[in-house]
């Protein structure tokens, strides 16, 4: 891995999904500026506390995970409040600067999903400036060891979590009321009963009292998150996260793929406001409150899945791409007999093991889409190199003698495409025959080019099949299926071309996911944050 990154001038949700480190809850809060220059001081005792990339745990310095962590970014409209240059301002990305609620029709906020259907805060937000966001804050809460074991221990830990977060949450209301109403916490964000809440909460799935690492329509998530430049505790994960490479191998994604400042895979500086100084080891981050219609999810599942040779099980894995229970990708274990063996390998591996099982893969044994669908969540979110033409196999597995595809690189298409997911579910599914409710994930996506990457794969992946031979087909899970009978979604389920078996086709397909809301966000450096709150940035 190439020269170690800066961690002290990153902020630590970038390069860390807290949810893996053990913090399984979190608390969102957004705030409007009334004052700019009592918000520069709030700005610089957030970032006295701002919790950065460094490492934790045990090695040379010892340093143990905080307790709560704080981390702090801004919309656009809240960096014109913090009085930035406009000769800096100008230098920011247009989608920045338009913000998610005015890009709807390219991402395909539409029916349930369009705007006048989110949360208020989100509703309103831009247009009056009194209910404008403008500063984001996210406390995440550490479960810490519990000196009890089995559920009583788990138990323990989970009640000092919201201990923890108490205390974060006090600190912030603490610092908000030193600034005599300078900055204010909006509210607006839904919660149970329609009650209408100052914060967004979020914490993992429980079942039978225990944290899992799933989502409410019961897939495990949160795996291969992309493996970039410079980071040093993801130098084991590179196999499946990083790029792949012609001889087979791979490589960690270029740092400028996720942070401002930074080399891209084109070899170029991506777009970024200046000074330098501003922009680098900084990022944008995509907020969106997704609300997940479990009833509608399996009815549905249940439905086709009395049609579908494989069962229900099968099905929901040909939705992702990955099956439920632990995640194992399709391309691994097609079927009933291989998912079996993969369990019983799973099962007595090293964690380290466990985790290259789930990301080590490839599709370039299944390009024709009978393993893992065309139209599945995973391979339209990561293709990998499978969307290259023009590809002759070389000599050892997994290598290419000749590649037509840009950049000679087998996965070019799609090394441009690839995001960093944060986040963690919402509420808790009360009734499962119900679509109606307070559940579903927070999803924040960091990328280095909003359009490029997120705006991209919504609108030509998510929600487009083309790229894919699949036509107008969306993809499964997230698509914006309509309600429209007319124009009602379908799916195709590949099989063997070898085969004497035929596709299976969903049609009718409902929409499983629904936007309540979200922004665009800047994500600073240490050093911007210090540059902000004092009122000294200069882009000439």
């Known amino acids: 891995m190439s020269k170690q990154l800066d961690l002290l001038d990153i902020q630590g949700h970038v390069l860390r999904a807290y949810g893996r480190f053990g913090y399984p809850k979190a608390r969102y809060v957004f705030l409007n500026i009334r004052n700019s220059s009592r918000a520069r001081r709030f700005v610089d005792a957030i970032t006295q506390r701002v919790t950065t990339a460094v490492c934790w745990g045990k090695g040379p310095d010892d340093l143990p995970p905080p307790e709560w962590t704080v981390n702090i970014a801004f919309t656009y409209q809240g960096l014109k409040e913090l009085e930035l240059p406009r000769a800096s301002l100008i230098g920011f990305s247009p989608e920045f600067v338009e913000g998610m609620k005015h890009r709807k029709d390219i991402l395909g906020d539409d029916g349930p ?9 989100w509703r309103d937000n831009r247009e009056t400036r009194d209910k404008d966001v403008h500063i984001f804050i996210a406390l995440n809460a550490l479960a810490p060891p519990s000196p009890e074991t089995g559920l009583a221990g788990i138990q323990q830990a989970m009640a000092q979590c919201d201990v923890f977060l108490e205390q974060a949450y006090a600190w ?20 149970d009963n329609g009650a209408l809440l100052d914060y967004q909460d979020v914490k993992v799935v429980m079942e039978n009292g225990l944290p899992t690492a799933k989502e409410h329509f019961g897939y495990t998530d949160g795996i291969g998150d992309p493996v970039f430049e410079g980071v040093p505790y993801d130098e084991a994960r590179v196999r499946g996260r990083g790029k792949q490479m012609a001889d087979g191998s791979w490589a960690p994604l270029a740092t400028g793929e996720f942070l401002l400042g930074h080399i891209d895979e084109a070899q170029e500086y991506p777009p ?3 000074p330098i100084l501003l922009a680098r ?11 997940e219609n479990v009833a509608s999810f399996d009815k549905y599942l249940k439905q086709e899945g009395q049609k579908y040779l494989g069962g229900e099980e099968l099905l929901a894995a040909k939705f992702v791409g990955r099956w439920r229970d632990n995640g194992a990708p399709l391309v691994s274990a097609p079927d009933a007999a291989s998912k079996k063996k993969f369990d019983e390998k799973f099962a007595q591996a090293s964690p380290a093991e466990q985790d290259r ?14 393993k893992c669908p065309f139209s599945a969540h995973l391979r339209r979110i990561n293709p990998r190199a499978s969307l290259e033409m023009g590809r002759d196999p070389g000599d050892i597995p997994g290598s290419y003698k000749t590649i037509t595809g840009a950049f000679d690189t087998p996965g070019a298409l799609s090394n441009r495409r690839r995001i960093l997911r944060r986040g963690l579910p919402y509420g808790d599914v009360k009734d499962r025959s119900r679509d109606d409710g307070n559940h579903g994930i927070i999803i924040m996506m960091l990328n280095a080019d909003i359009n490029r990457q997120f705006e991209f794969v919504q609108q030509q992946w998510v929600n487009y099949g083309n790229d894919f031979k699949a036509g107008n087909d969306k993809e499964i ?20 071309p070898a ?7 969903l049609a009718k397909i409902p929409r499983f996911v629904e936007t309540r809301g979200g922004e665009y966000f800047f994500i600073p450096s240490l050093t911007a944050l210090r540059m902000i709150a004092r009122g000294v940035i200069d882009p000439t």
Do not use: C
């Open 281 to 291: 080891n900084g990022t944008y981050m995509v907020y969106r409150k997704l609300h």
């Open 477 to 496: 899970i997230l698509g914006n299926h309509s309600h429209d009978p007319h124009f009602s979604s379908k799916a195709v389920l590949q099989v063997d």
């Open 172 to 191: 912030l209301l603490e610092e908000v009321k030193k600034t005599e109403a300078g900055v204010v916490i909006l509210g607006g964000n839904r919660g």
């Open 113 to 121: 999903s369009a705007p006048e259907h989110w949360d208020p805060i």
């Open 357 to 370: 099982m789930l990301s080590d893969f490839t599709y370039d044994d299944d390009m024709s889409g009978a």
């Open 272 to 274: 970024a406001p200046r």
């Open 499 to 505: 085969s004497e078996e035929v596709p299976f086709i």
